[in-house]
Nanobody, 115 residues
C-alpha cells in the first residue's frame, strides 16, 4: 500500500510564495513521474507540473517562470515552489506519483491567494 502525504498549502497574498511538499511512503521500489495538479471545484483537474525520474520537467503555460517542481528521490518527495502567486492560482493542489503498473493521488492541499 502506498500513501502520499501533502503539506505546505495555505493562505497567501498575491505576489507571495508557498512551497508544497508531497512525501510517498509504503512498499515502493521506484517512482517514475511525479507531478502536481490542481482543481477548482467547478472545473476539471488540471496539470500544473511534472518531473520524471531523470529530472525532466514539464509545466503548464500558466505557471511557467513562476513555479518550480523538484524531487528528492532519497526521501521519495516531490516539491512545488510557487512564486509570484496570483488569485487565479487558488485551488486544491494534488500530487500524483506514477509507480510501476499504477498511480496514486494525494489527499489534496488548499492554496488560497488573496488579491
Amino acid at each position: 500500500q502506498v500513501q502520499l502525504v501533502e503539506s505546505g498549502g495555505g493562505l497567501v497574498q498575491a505576489g507571495g510564495s508557498l512551497r508544497l511538499s508531497c512525501a510517498a511512503s509504503g512498499s515502493i521500489s521506484s517512482i517514475n513521474v511525479m507531478g502536481w495538479y490542481r482543481q477548482v471545484s467547478w472545473k476539471q483537474r488540471e496539470l500544473v507540473a511534472t518531473i520524471s525520474s531523470g529530472g525532466g520537467t514539464n509545466y503548464a503555460d500558466s505557471v511557467k517562470g513562476r513555479f518550480t517542481i523538484s524531487r528528492d528521490n532519497t526521501k521519495m518527495t516531490v516539491y512545488l515552489q510557487m512564486n509570484s502567486l496570483k488569485p487565479e492560482d487558488t485551488a486544491v493542489y494534488y500530487c500524483h506519483c506514477a509507480f510501476t503498473g499504477f498511480g496514486s493521488w494525494g489527499q489534496g492541499t488548499q492554496v488560497t491567494v488573496s488579491s
